[in-house]
């Protein structure tokens, strides 16, 4: 099992990105997905899962600005992140979901 995680970056706050996962080694479509995130001296934490049948689930404090999506025909899925905030910043990890299978990271800074 390999998860790949890219598309992080330094956004001023108000902004967006598009964070991507590519799974390998597994039937992606038999899955639910997650993306995690971990802020300096934080703890990890939860913020976003697609269940295999799409069912779609979110941290309270981004529901109305990130969106998770998935892609099985590639193999991905996809947090897109709208209305940044500081306190999003973190590295954020994508994680088959219920598994100790994760990705290596990608970071996001928000800040001005």
């Known amino acids: 099992v390999q998860l790949v995680e890219s598309g992080g970056g330094l956004v001023q706050p108000g902004g967006s990105l598009t964070l991507s996962c590519v799974a390998s080694g597994f039937t992606f479509s038999d899955y639910g997905m997650s993306w995690f995130r971990q802020a300096p001296g934080n703890e990890r934490e939860y913020v976003a899962g697609v269940s295999k049948i799409n069912s779609k689930f979110y941290k309270d404090s981004v529901k109305g600005r990130f969106t998770i999506s998935r892609d099985n025909a590639v193999d991905t899925v996809y947090l897109q992140m709208d209305s940044l905030k500081v306190e999003d910043t973190g590295v954020y990890y994508c994680?088959?979901?219920?598994?100790?299978?994760w990705g290596q990271g990608t970071q996001v800074t928000v800040s001005s």
């Open positions: 994680r088959r979901t219920g598994s100790d299978y």
